[in-house]
């Protein structure tokens, strides 16, 4: 079989050692560069080091580039010991040839807290462009298709976006590759819930890095075709007639704990313009029902329970838009969730004819269930930007909330019937050609407790529901591809 050449990072000789000699022990490896930003005398034999700026950065990937001789490039992202599968690397290597792919990832096992578990990860398609995309901590490229795509950087000098840039432009030439088996194991240090890690990409720390991932993302959608203008269609709001001016919807099942709240803060509001609650409870068992009916004699409640017993979140917002008491503009509140004062919805309101937009986003709070501030605070999206938001949306995995929508082009785009990702999916579709409005000012408490649908989700359920909007995102490319052809869309 063909050669590798192995860049590891260079952790400390103990650990860094043992990954060593697994790979030796393949066979297949022909040289092994040990990655270090330090100067330091310590080195292990039969390897060369190589002294990086960092691990991530364009002029890492010229290096490894420089340094890689043979016909395949493996990179290992962690500085804990990889312990390979028995013949893993053959087999990697085998379906990298047999693909002709220009890259391949595996599943894997992680040891975490001692105990060793399956990690599945999930296929890799146009529309993953997930600057955090889980690949795993170990990718083997082929060797020129890492060349060419480096030589394809030489107009970038990225210190965090380098490897992404890179695997964006790897993936318009050639297949990336999801081999569904168990080939390594590696050690997880990061051992957080799902729902604590789900808002890193929008840590304040992490601006320089988002900033360089949105240039990379923004290059590679101008280079497939994928690109979209700033240019956006006029909004004129005195087309249809409405007897309320914004309705805010509710979904709810079997949220006994909270709906009260939500209740109230939508309520509580004040405001100039005539406005109503829609609550769709779908056949909740748990006493939420009764709790609604609390509110029976206020008119300003339409309590709604489908005939249907197959709606999802989507669906039940496709049915409170398409009710005839829906007002212009349509507005989100979760049931877990409160709004944060009695202005909400007047703001909301006033920045659809403020800004021009088919669709408001506001900025939240992440609190405890007692509405107490927890890390990491206030989420505003401040990577949505005019000028770029829709292309970068497809980048990251949210558009912040509360959100809200002219009613007459929501019922005509409609929501998908699913439980997660359906806001985003229409919100992509909707910034084709509409503006989005934003604002900054923080509207709404978004509670996390061991209620939440993602406050700790198994690795299937966080697979699946990455999966789908690396779905939505692949149509959508298609569709903004179809758009800039000169294709119209309906």
Known sequence: MKKINAFILFSNVEQTNQTVEELKQSGLVHKIFLLTDKNTDETIGGCEKLCIDALQSTKTMKEIARNSTADYTLIYLKPTVL???????????????????????????????????????????EGSL?????????????????????????????????????????????????????????????????????????????????????????????????????????????????????????????????????????????????????????????????????????KRLIHLIPDRDDLSIGGCWNLAVHHEQCGKFAVQLDSDDVYS???????IVD????????????????????????????????????????????RINGLGAPRAFYTPLLRKIKLPNTGYGEDYAVGLNISRRYRIGRIYDVLYYCRRWEGNSDAALNIEKMNANNLYKDRIRTWELLARKQMNAGRTLD
Not at 83 to 108: C, K, N, P, Q, T
């Open 83 to 125: 312990r390979l599968g028995y013949f893993g690397l053959e087999r990697m290597l085998r379906i990298a040839e047999d693909s002709r792919a220009g890259m391949v990832y595996a599943d894997h096992y992680r040891v975490i807290d001692g105990m060793k578990k399956p990690h599945p990860v999930i296929d890799y398609q």
């Open 130 to 298: 997930r600057d955090d995309f889980d690949f795993g901590s170990l990718m083997v490229f082929n060797a020129i298709a890492w060349k060419k795509a480096v030589e394809n950087q030489e107009n970038e000098s990225y210190r965090f976006a380098g490897l992404y840039d890179l695997r964006l432009k790897v993936s318009q030439k050639h297949p990336i590759v999801h081999i569904n088996e168990y080939l390594y194991t590696e050690i997880e240090q990061d051992t957080r819930k799902s729902g604590e890690k789900l808002f890193d990409y929008v840590d304040p720390k992490n601006r320089a890095v988002q900033i360089e991932m949105e240039q990379a993302c923004t290059q590679h959608l101008k280079e497939v075709g994928a690109f979209l203008e700033p240019r956006f269609e006029k909004m004129r709001f005195d087309k249809d007639y409405f007897e309320c001016e914004a309705s805010v919807i509710i979904p709810v099942r079997n949220r006994i704990r909270t709906i009260r709240d939500a209740i109230r803060s939508v309520l509580m509001q004040k405001a100039d313009f005539k406005f109503n609650l829609i609550v769709v409870d779908n056949h909740s068992t748990d006493g939420t029902t009764e709790a609604i009916d609390e509110w029976k004699d206020d």
């Open 341 to 347: 004062g009695e202005d909400t919805l007047r703001k």
């Open 351 to 394: 920045a659809f004819y403020e800004q021009n937009c088919a669709m408001v986003v506001g900025t939240y709070m992440i609190t405890d269930f007692n509405m107490q501030m927890i890390p990491p605070g206030i989420i505003d999206h401040r990577e949505w930007t005019p000028e770029n938001g829709h292309n970068n949306a497809l």
